[in-house]
């Protein structure tokens, strides 16, 4: 059977398949019904304090307005509230308030909410981070004021239609965490030197190699019409951490929303909401500093939202669901060593706040051991073909990208520091590397295993709400098709099993490394290695002639006696110059006893291996990329074999 859906094939059992017929015919001959409102939430009085700095700061003026945005849907006896505020981010408590006085106006569940931060890092202090204290009275106010909208987007309920659309926008948001060579290490705030990879190295930093993880580049439009056409709201999703702005500012998200709303008239609501950025912002630095503007850079994303609008095709009937599930996890505290250190140091603190990262850090490891568990709020939508993710975290943009790969729905848009803000999430392979997203304090305090927790979790939600099961993930390499006996894509997103995508001999990662970086082509993605390993054992495999290869991409040039494979544990020399950020090519050709280095195609000379191979490991020695490594139980050259 293929699925109205998405038009994948599904087997689903008699009495599911019966109940989604029956269930589908009803929901289009009722259709939905959607309304969209939104309430300023500028401040009354000045300055104001401003968060997400490592230190306190205040703004004085308004750099345009702020705005809790929301859309209610209505589906027979489901309705569902989608806001987005002009805000840092918000505590779980804070947003539980304002979900209660809303669901006691309207009648909407508390269950079927979902609001959201924009991250602006230019709004009023909503909660306390870091080295800021929160703005009490702003955010004692504010919960009111996500309630009105939501309470003013029910009461403009109408016979609507929906559709969704994306766009890629590749030059508009990149990896902001680089990886620094492993003589330029950083020292973080305790005093140790443990920062392989950081964030905002500085443009043209020599001192740094490649970033650390992929980004989401998808531009989504949720785009809500009533039936006769007239905009009702869009929501926007884009995975960048922020722009930047002078005094209290909406950042580019205001900017965004009104120029778009202004684009398609008839003054809809339009919400761009924070996508999967914890690792992300607007800056390629491997290039020079960009020139343009907040306004330039709004409009730019506008254009391609806009083209993307106008394509959207609409549907009044939708099956609408949602599910929410808490996740209870535990904090990082410190060791005794360190809260002793903490405790000394904020009480040498001459100020009344923090003075600099040291003092910071300090007072966040007492509120981590004061409070070292905490319940994440993690919730699913269901709208017709779209799934909505809610997730209370800065996440890295691999996890939405693991997501999305996984969904059982065609498009999935996922709305990070959503319901609460329990900070950055790396996935536990980027612990190792260091750095500001991983320092335990409020802001990355959860436990190491908090990431596939949190992935595990949604994508069972989005079970629940689709009706059917998650998609596997495969490789995408166009290797496959020239039946290796065994290819590891080193494409995998997730730390733990090397996949072997013909099926015989899974491998395993270890160590430091980064998955799912960039590949020699733009299909391939690749492993980055910085003191972590690639390991598999080939059982089975003694044919009298094999080929060995696979791509390379050298982060610091490495001389001819550099060790990049072992094959069997024995050291297999490069016996050639590694070219730094040079993606290569590198085949071994073994027959008769004899084998043959060919680089990019071209013979090199004799290398020593042995006749058979029983296990492979890569990158225990080797800084850089390494992708698509493929077995071969027959001679085989990249574009051409020979028998």
Same mark, same amino acid.
């Given at each position: 059977?293929?699925?109205?859906?998405?038009?994948?094939?599904?087997?689903?059992?008699?009495?599911?398949?019966?109940?989604?017929?029956?269930?589908?015919?009803?929901?289009?001959?009722?259709?939905?019904?959607?309304?969209?409102?939104?309430?300023?939430?500028?401040?009354?009085?000045?300055?104001?304090?401003?968060?997400?700095?490592?230190?306190?700061?205040?703004?004085?003026?308004?750099?345009?307005?702020?705005?809790?945005?929301?859309?209610?849907?209505?589906?027979?006896?489901?309705?569902?509230?989608?806001?987005?505020?002009?805000?840092?981010?918000?505590?779980?408590?804070?947003?539980?308030?304002?979900?209660?006085?809303?669901?006691?106006?309207?009648?909407?569940?508390?269950?079927?909410?979902?609001?959201?931060?924009?991250?602006?890092?230019?709004?009023?202090?909503?909660?306390?981070?870091?080295?800021?204290?929160?703005?009490?009275?702003?955010?004692?106010?504010?919960?009111?004021?996500?309630?009105?909208?939501?309470?003013?987007?029910?009461?403009?309920?109408?016979?609507?239609?929906?559709?969704?659309?994306?766009?890629?926008?590749?030059?508009?948001?990149?990896?902001?965490?680089?990886?620094?060579?492993?003589?330029?290490?950083?020292?973080?705030?305790?005093?140790?030197?443990?920062?392989?990879?950081?964030?905002?190295?500085?443009?043209?930093?020599?001192?740094?190699?490649?970033?650390?993880?992929?980004?989401?580049?998808?531009?989504?439009?949720?785009?809500?019409?009533?039936?006769?056409?007239?905009?009702?709201?869009?929501?926007?999703?884009?995975?960048?951490?922020?722009?930047?702005?002078?005094?209290?500012?909406?950042?580019?998200?205001?900017?965004?929303?009104?120029?778009?709303?202004?684009?398609?008239?008839?003054?809809?609501?339009?919400?761009?909401?924070?996508?999967?950025?914890?690792?992300?912002?607007?800056?390629?630095?491997?290039?020079?500093?960009?020139?343009?503007?907040? #306004?330039?850079? !709004? @409009?730019?994303?506008?254009? +391609?939202?806009?083209? &993307?609008?106008? /394509?959207?095709?609409? %549907?009044?009937?939708?099956?609408?669901?949602?599910?929410?599930?808490?996740?209870?996890?535990?904090?990082?505290?410190?060791?005794?060593?360190?809260?002793?250190?903490?405790?000394?140091?904020?009480?040498?603190?001459?100020?009344?706040?923090?003075?600099?990262?040291?003092?910071?850090?300090?007072?966040?490891?007492?509120?981590?051991?004061?409070?070292?568990?905490?319940?994440?709020?993690?919730?699913?939508?269901?709208?017709?073909?779209?799934?909505?993710?809610?997730?209370?975290?800065?996440?890295?943009?691999?996890?939405?990208?693991?997501?999305?790969?996984?969904?059982?729905?065609?498009?999935?848009?996922?709305?990070?520091?959503?319901?609460?803000?329990?900070?950055?999430?790396?996935?536990?392979?980027?612990?190792?590397?260091?750095?500001? #997203?991983?320092? !335990? @304090?409020?802001?990355?305090? +959860?436990?190491?295993? &908090?990431?596939? /927790?949190?992935?595990? %979790?949604?994508?069972?939600?989005?079970?629940?709400?689709?009706?059917?099961?998650?998609?596997?993930?495969?490789?995408?390499?166009?290797?496959?098709?020239?039946?290796?006996?065994?290819?590891?894509?080193?494409?995998?997103?997730?730390?733990?099993?090397?996949?072997?995508?013909?099926?015989?001999?899974?491998?395993?990662?270890?160590?430091?490394?980064?998955?799912?970086?960039?590949?020699?082509?733009?299909?391939?993605?690749?492993?980055?290695?910085?003191?972590?390993?690639?390991?598999?054992?080939?059982?089975?495999?003694?044919?009298?002639?094999?080929?060995?290869?696979?791509?390379?991409?050298?982060?610091?040039?490495?001389?001819?006696?550099?060790?990049?494979?072992?094959?069997?544990?024995?050291?297999?020399?490069?016996?050639?110059?590694? #070219?730094?950020?040079?993606?290569?090519?590198?085949?071994?050709?073994?027959?008769?006893?004899?084998?043959?280095?060919?680089?990019?195609?071209?013979?090199?000379?004799?290398?020593?291996?042995?006749?058979?191979?029983?296990?492979?490991?890569?990158?225990?020695?080797?800084?850089?990329?390494?992708?698509?490594?493929?077995?071969?139980?027959?001679?085989?050259?990249?574009?051409?074999?020979?028998?």
């Amino acid at each position: 059977m293929t699925s109205i859906y998405n038009g994948e094939m599904r087997v689903p059992r008699i009495a599911a398949l019966l109940f989604l017929i029956v269930s589908v015919t009803t929901t289009a001959a009722a259709g939905i019904r959607a309304g969209a409102a939104q309430v300023n939430i500028n401040p009354a009085t000045f300055p104001v304090i401003v968060n997400c700095g490592f230190l306190e700061r205040s703004g004085k003026e308004m750099n345009g307005d702020l705005f809790a945005r929301s859309i209610v849907i209505e589906e027979g006896s489901t309705r569902i509230a989608i806001t987005v505020v002009d805000s840092c981010m918000m505590m779980r408590e804070l947003i539980d308030k304002a979900k209660a006085e809303a669901s006691a106006k309207t009648g909407i569940p508390v269950n079927r909410m979902l609001i959201s931060a924009t991250h602006a890092h230019s709004a009023p202090a909503a909660m306390a981070c870091l080295g800021s204290r929160q703005q009490r009275d702003y955010a004692e106010w504010l919960p009111g004021k996500i309630a009105e909208a939501i309470v003013a987007a029910n009461q403009k309920l109408q016979p609507a239609r929906i559709g969704a659309t994306s766009v890629d926008a590749p030059n508009h948001t990149f990896t902001r965490r680089w990886i620094y060579q492993p003589n330029k290490m950083l020292t973080d705030p305790f005093g140790e030197v443990s920062v392989r990879a950081n964030m905002i190295p500085g443009f043209e930093n020599p001192n740094v190699i490649a970033p650390s993880g992929p980004v989401d580049s998808e531009l989504s439009v949720v785009s809500i019409q009533s039936t006769k056409g007239q905009p009702i709201a869009v929501l926007a999703n884009f995975g960048n951490h922020y722009f930047g702005a002078s005094g209290i500012s909406p950042d580019y998200f205001g900017l965004f929303d009104k120029q778009l709303a202004d684009r398609i008239g008839g003054s809809p609501v339009v919400m761009m909401s924070q996508g999967t950025s914890g690792d992300a912002n607007t800056a390629n630095y491997a290039k020079p500093k960009p020139t343009w503007t907040i #306004t330039e850079y !709004a @409009a730019q994303l506008v254009d +391609l939202a806009f083209g &993307a609008y106008q /394509k959207v095709q609409y %549907t009044p009937g939708v099956p609408l669901r949602m599910e929410e599930a808490l996740l209870p996890l535990g904090r990082r505290v410190a060791s005794p060593q360190r809260l002793e250190w903490a405790e000394k140091t904020v009480k040498s603190q001459k100020g009344e706040i923090p003075a600099n990262q040291p003092e910071v850090y300090a007072h966040e490891q007492i509120f981590l051991r004061d409070t070292p568990r905490r319940e994440l709020k993690l919730q699913a939508i269901r709208i017709g073909d779209i799934a909505i993710t809610a997730i209370p975290n800065e996440v890295y943009a691999i996890t939405g990208l693991k997501l999305k790969a996984q969904s059982p729905l065609p498009r999935t848009v996922n709305i990070e520091l959503a319901n609460g803000s329990e900070g950055y999430i790396p996935p536990p392979e980027q612990h190792l590397f260091g750095g500001y #997203t991983t320092w !335990a @304090a409020r802001s990355a305090g +959860l436990e190491t295993t &908090a990431e596939p /927790k949190i992935v595990e %979790t949604v994508l069972t939600l989005l079970e629940k709400t689709a009706g059917w099961k998650r998609k596997p993930v495969t490789t995408r390499s166009a290797t496959l098709a020239t039946k290796p006996f065994a290819l590891w894509p080193l494409d995998d997103m997730t730390f733990g099993t090397a996949s072997d995508a013909v099926g015989r001999n899974p491998g395993k990662y270890t160590g430091r490394v980064a998955m799912y970086s960039a590949g020699p082509t733009a299909q391939m993605r690749s492993t980055y290695f910085a003191g972590g390993a690639f390991e598999a054992a080939v059982k089975g495999f003694e044919p009298p002639a094999y080929t060995l290869s696979f791509w390379m991409w050298p982060g610091i040039a490495m001389g001819p006696g550099a060790t990049i494979l072992k094959l069997n544990g024995t050291p297999v020399p490069a016996a050639f110059e590694l #070219t730094a950020k040079t993606w290569r090519h590198v085949s071994i050709v073994q027959k008769g006893g004899q084998a043959t280095l060919y680089i990019d195609g071209e013979a090199r000379g004799p290398v020593a291996v042995p006749k058979s191979i029983q296990s492979i490991q890569m990158g225990e020695d080797f800084e850089g990329r390494i992708s698509d490594i493929a077995l071969y139980a027959r001679p085989y050259l990249q574009n051409k074999s020979s028998k």
